[in-house]
């Protein structure tokens, strides 16, 4: 009861509690552009164990549609929220949500978004609650925003701008002041960086994923948005390191341009790509790219505008929002009633956060099986498949960038002609043995020691497990009789 009390209560405040539709989590699409979104539970109960839903939600009169998340609650590292930008779960992956960590407020780029929930066999919780509505296509972001919440660039986009500010602090030195806002262009005789300094700016961060030349526009002649006021912009190599330093004043732009005449857009561009109308004093030298670069982008409304921006690529180089795989040598191998998952990462790792592992269910959907951490300087991994059967077992990795990015390696296979019929670890064994077993058959289990002394005996049935407790036993050799089977053990 507690969510849908917050929730009509926000939603009071905006006039909509009243009549507001609910959508609950399901299997399923709906076009609307307003409404409440509950996991399976609804407004006041839990969702369910074992859930594997896909819902997807589009917008209504060719809009966007966004999703605002007023709480959040799932089991932490066992139940899993993937939100995707599209129409279904092979559009681009926004992010997977865990815990309390609320995915906050989403918008749609393509009119749709679509959600996958799963959750585990044990333990529940409130799930969430979330309003819908929708805005215009491609707007972006409206924001005073700092350099480390810098927007990724992911294609062409037009992104709404306003007399905004600068964000928490003013990261830009002084013109001339600092390397990193000199004034006097890094590239070209043109007029230099930001001589401004940070005035209602806005920050991107672009990704390169495929080699060659970067060129760009902001706010060329194209309709409805064509530039009406003076854009200033600088541009910087990113790394993690990259916002302290430019706040630092210590590292210098790799391309910029305080922008006069202010209109014909302004970038990147060589002589011959340069917009319509755009002068050549407004536009860069193209910049040669490789595979893995990122740039930052301080983008400056000087004039105090309120409208939007369009941002135009036109070089050779790609952009998206994944970066390099970066993992080598992926395999996955049985071990007994198990498959064990192994993939190995580079030393030179740059952009890596953690690794999801994925069990394909059926041709369009995969199950978390497990969530991987990465190590800085581990270059060895292995997640486990508990749930291994007989047939083709295919499985992919999905890397998560620190930068919320991600990208697929290629699926791997295991092909499975037969499950052992029982297997046990650990051997030794300290304190509890564990035997795997097949739910559809009976076992009788019987331990002895080297005397041939019956020290424990039990049949179990529809069991995926069975644990001995070994630790009242002394040290020694025994044997693990499983029906007819015999095999021998170590008890430390």
């Not at 009243?18 to 996991?39: E, H, K, P, R």
């Not at 020290?455 to 029906?483: C, H, P």
Request: hydrophobic residues 35%; contains cysteine.
């Amino acid at each position: 009861m507690k969510k849908l009390i917050l929730s009509c209560l926000i939603l009071f405040l905006t006039g909509i509690c009243t009549n507001a539709q609910t959508y609950i989590m399901t299997n399923g699409t709906v076009s609307t552009c307003s409404g409440l979104f509950y996991d399976s539970g609804g407004a006041s109960g839990n969702y369910a164990n074992n859930e594997n839903f896909t819902y997807t939600i589009c917008a209504t009169g060719g809009q966007c549609v966004r999703v605002s998340f007023t709480s959040f609650n799932i089991e932490s590292g066992y139940d899993y929220l993937y939100i995707y930008n599209g129409p279904s779960t092979a559009s681009p992956l926004i992010g997977t949500y865990t815990g309390t960590t609320s995915p906050g407020v989403i918008t749609s780029t393509t009119g749709c978004l679509t959600f996958r929930f799963t959750s585990d066999y044990i333990i529940t919780a409130p799930g969430w609650t979330a309003t819908i509505t929708c805005v215009p296509c491609g707007s972006g972001p409206v924001t005073a925003s700092n350099c480390t919440d810098a927007v990724t660039v992911c294609t062409n986009l037009t992104f709404a701008v306003d007399p905004n500010g600068f964000g928490t602090i003013n990261e830009i030195c002084p013109a001339g002041t600092c390397a990193a806002n000199p004034n006097t262009n890094p590239a070209s005789s043109n007029y230099g960086c930001l001589l401004a300094g940070e005035l209602n700016s806005t920050w991107l961060l672009v990704t390169i994923t495929a080699p060659g030349t970067l060129e760009f526009s902001f706010g060329d002649n194209t309709t409805p948005y064509p530039q009406s006021g003076c854009y200033d912009w600088s541009m910087w190599p990113y790394s993690a390191t990259a916002c302290s330093q430019i706040l630092a004043g210590t590292l210098a732009p790799i391309r910029c341009n305080w922008n006069s005449p202010c209109n014909g857009g302004t970038g990147i561009a060589a002589p011959a790509n340069i917009p319509p109308g755009g002068w050549a004093t407004n536009f860069e030298p193209p910049l040669t790219v490789t595979t893995g670069q990122q740039f930052v982008i301080c983008f400056s409304n000087y004039s105090g505008l309120t409208t939007n921006v369009p941002l135009r690529f036109f070089g050779t180089a790609g952009i998206a929002c994944t970066l390099p795989i970066e993992f080598l040598n992926a395999s996955a191998i049985q071990k007994g009633k198990e498959g064990r998952i192994l993939w190995k990462a580079p030393n030179n790792t740059q952009y890596t956060k953690t690794y999801l592992i994925e069990k394909q269910v059926s041709n369009n959907t995969w199950e978390v099986i497990s969530n991987v951490a990465f190590v800085s300087g581990q270059t060895s991994y292995e997640a486990t498949d508990k749930k291994l059967h007989v047939g083709n077992n295919v499985y992919r990795i999905t890397q998560i960038h620190k930068d919320g990015g991600y990208g697929y390696a290629e699926t791997i296979e295991l092909n499975v002609s037969e499950l052992p019929a029982f297997t046990f670890y650990p051997n030794p064994v300290v304190n509890i043995l564990n035997l795997q077993l097949n739910t559809t058959q009976t076992y009788r289990v019987a331990i002895l020691n080297t005397a041939g002394q019956l020290i424990y005996n039990n049949t179990v049935n529809n069991l995926n497990e069975l644990q001995v407790d070994m630790s009242k036993f002394s040290a020694g050799n025994y044997w693990l009789r499983v029906n007819e089977e015999i095999v021998p053990f170590v008890k430390q």
